[in-house]
């Protein structure tokens, strides 16, 4: 079946670490995405992508960094810069061909400061 | 910037009975598309309703319609026989309009509690 996986579901960062979060689709969309998710809150946009080694800010970017090196794959490094890294991180992808397309989640990673 | 708004924190309906969520967003553009998302507790966030701004129709899939109203720019979402599966916190998201990748700005959620 065609969808997106995130791994770990659950990981642990250590003071003064990077840790990258993963992400892959099998779904052949040209965009992916990087939500963040904390407690009582919606989701809040960190980065996206619309083409292979290309990749544009959201609202919260500082303190992370991604890659698109290949159309599958849309890794999210969290940086020893971001202060406050404990949240749920969504990835999610859609096809750019038409308007309004919607996009899917995966399942999830869970970031906890240990 | 955009911004959505859901002005109810938790919501409780009696299995079987009707229930409107609301939302409304602030935004200067008219071409746009709003949707609505399920999160039940397993985190996944699941596709639930669709509507573009330049259609006038109100969306419907099965149990689930939207009332649209663009002046007022308010998106309501309505559940109707509520069944137990529908208890998760919903999300009412936008985006800009036109093609190619941007991402949603999301409301805060609205918890929705199902009583048998």
């Known amino acids: 079946d065609g969808g997106i996986t995130q791994s770990p579901k659950y990981l642990f960062r250590k003071e003064g670490q990077n840790v990258t979060l993963s992400c892959e689709q099998n779904?052949?969309?040209?965009?992916m995405y990087w939500y963040r998710q904390d407690p009582g809150q919606g989701l809040r946009l960190i980065y996206y992508s619309q083409i292979v080694n290309d990749f544009q800010k959201g609202d919260i970017a500082e303190g992370y960094s991604v890659s698109r090196e290949k159309k599958e794959s849309f890794p999210l490094t969290v940086t020893s810069a971001q202060k406050n890294p404990t949240a749920f991180y969504l990835c999610a992808s859609s096809i750019v061909e038409g308007i309004g397309q919607p996009q899917h989640f995966g399942d999830g990673t869970r970031l906890s400061i240990l | 910037a955009q911004t959505v708004t859901q002005s109810q924190p938790e919501m409780s309906v009696q299995e079987a009975e009707t229930v409107t969520l609301s939302c409304t967003y602030d935004?200067?553009?008219?071409?746009?598309?709003l949707f609505w998302y399920k999160q039940p507790p397993s985190r996944q966030m699941i596709l639930v309703i669709r509507?573009?701004?330049?259609?006038?129709q109100n969306a419907t899939e099965n149990r689930f319609s939207v009332n649209f109203q663009k002046a007022a720019k308010s998106f309501s979402l309505k559940i109707s026989d509520s069944q137990l599966g529908d208890a998760a916190m919903y999300f009412c998201a936008y985006r800009r309009g036109g093609g190619g990748a941007d991402g949603l700005t999301f409301g805060k959620g609205t918890h929705l509690i199902i009583q048998p």
């Open positions: 779904l052949n969309h040209d965009a």
């Open positions: 935004t200067s553009e008219s071409d746009y598309y």
């Open positions: 509507q573009e701004a330049y259609k006038q």
